[in-house]
């Protein structure tokens, strides 16, 4: 038999056998009479799949940071940055009114000055002037000692905060490219706003979390590039990337 009878029958009831003598079923006869076949029942369309980004993870970085209730946290105020004294005016003039310089002058002495003698009188402007000289030096004696016991108070309740802050100026990224001087400024930039954000936070995961930003950057953005974009296109295609042996 040719090869045309094996492919097209011998024309017995249009029935072709192959080589090992099976026989193929002829196949199924067309509906007669317009008569449409059943249309197989429509799947359900899949839902899309939302393309991922390596930068998603990393949107937290910019988020405000919260407490266990979920509550924002506030930064701590710099209380080495405010003034140690408030003075009012009209309330230092009222306190300066009521004080007496004269009243441990001599009685007699200030009889004396009343009469005429001019030795008493300059003794009773001296005694008072002593007086007010001897309250100043108090007053401001005890004003000096509770401005530092205030203002130790005050650098002891932020030092935990600085020592943080210089802890985090010291710890450096692991990636080498983030070490280079053109890349510190941006990195240090990125570790003072988070650290603003959040003082209480450790230096090493603020440090962590500001290289895992900047890298992850990088990825998305040598990702985006168009000759990346062909890559993957013809990845997904089957086809042969002949840009890489050319690049090699």
Same mark, same amino acid.
């Given at each position: 038999?040719?090869?045309?009878?094996?492919?097209?029958?011998?024309?017995?009831?249009?029935?072709?056998?192959?080589?090992?003598?099976?026989?193929?079923?002829?196949?199924?006869?067309?509906?007669?009479?317009?008569? !449409?076949?059943?249309?197989?029942?429509?799947?359900?369309?899949?839902?899309?799949?939302?393309?991922?980004?390596?930068? +998603?993870?990393?949107?937290?970085?910019?988020?405000?940071?919260?407490?266990?209730?979920?509550?924002?946290?506030?930064?701590?105020? +710099?209380?080495?940055?405010?003034?140690?004294?408030?003075?009012?005016?009209?309330?230092?003039?009222? $306190?300066?009114?009521?004080?007496?310089?004269?009243?441990?002058?001599?009685?007699?002495?200030?009889?004396?000055?009343?009469?005429? +003698?001019?030795?008493?009188?300059?003794?009773?402007? &001296?005694?008072?002037?002593? &007086?007010?000289?001897?309250?100043?030096?108090?007053?401001?004696?005890?004003?000096?000692?509770?401005?530092?016991?205030?203002? &130790? $108070?005050?650098?002891? $309740?932020?030092?935990?905060?600085?020592?943080?802050?210089? !802890?985090?100026?010291?710890?450096?990224?692991?990636?080498?490219?983030?070490?280079?001087?053109?890349? !510190?400024?941006?990195?240090?930039?990125?570790?003072?706003?988070?650290?603003?954000?959040?003082?209480?936070? &450790?230096?090493?995961?603020?440090?962590?979390?500001?290289?895992?930003?900047?890298?992850?950057?990088?990825?998305?953005?040598?990702?985006?590039?168009?000759?990346?974009?062909?890559?993957?296109?013809?990845?997904?295609?089957?086809?042969? +990337?002949?840009?890489?042996?050319?690049? $090699?």
């Amino acid at each position: 038999m040719s090869i045309f009878g094996n492919i097209f029958g011998n024309g017995n009831g249009g029935i072709a056998h192959s080589s090992g003598g099976s026989a193929q079923l002829p196949p199924a006869p067309a509906p007669q009479g317009g008569e !449409q076949p059943p249309a197989a029942p429509a799947q359900p369309a899949a839902p899309a799949q939302q393309q991922s980004s390596p930068l +998603d993870s990393l949107k937290a970085f910019w988020d405000t940071p919260v407490d266990a209730e979920g509550k924002p946290v506030a930064a701590p105020a +710099d209380l080495t940055a405010t003034d140690i004294f408030n003075f009012d005016p009209a309330k230092v003039t009222e $306190s300066a009114g009521k004080l007496n310089f004269t009243a441990n002058v001599d009685p007699e002495l200030v009889s004396k000055a009343l009469g005429g +003698d001019q030795q008493a009188f300059m003794d009773v402007i &001296n005694k008072a002037t002593q &007086n007010a000289f001897a309250a100043a030096t108090l007053n401001t004696g005890k004003l000096i000692n509770q401005g530092h016991v205030t203002n &130790n $108070s005050r650098f002891s $309740s932020t030092l935990p905060t600085q020592i943080r802050k210089v !802890q985090l100026e010291q710890t450096e990224t692991t990636n080498p490219i983030l070490q280079h001087a053109a890349a !510190q400024p941006l990195v240090a930039a990125l570790k003072s706003m988070a650290f603003a954000k959040n003082p209480n936070a &450790n230096p090493v995961d603020v440090t962590k979390q500001v290289e895992a930003l900047m890298v992850g950057l990088g990825t998305a953005i040598a990702d985006a590039t168009p000759e990346s974009t062909q890559r993957k296109e013809a990845a997904k295609a089957g086809e042969a +990337d002949w840009s890489s042996y050319l690049e $090699s």
